[in-house]
């Protein structure tokens, strides 16, 4: 039963952890996509594939809202 229980502490600990990781994560994605948008010059994967589509798109005189 004793390792059970420091198992589960350890185990909360880490979940703890990784979950303010992933938070940091997520904040550190938005800053960087909104100072990329800001210079607008920066070619992403992202940024290529709704090119892509967009062009596609106009070919066959379609619209994209």
């Excluded at 992202?46 to 892509?52: L, V």
């Amino acid at each position: 039963k004793t390792i059970v229980t420091q198992k589960s502490v350890e185990r909360n600990t880490i979940q703890t952890a990784i979950a303010n990781a992933s938070s940091e994560r997520e904040k550190f994605i938005v800053a960087e996509k909104a100072k990329l948008a800001n210079t607008g010059t920066v070619a992403t994967l992202e940024t290529e594939i709704e090119k892509i589509i967009k062009e596609q798109a106009k070919r066959f005189n379609m619209t994209i809202q």
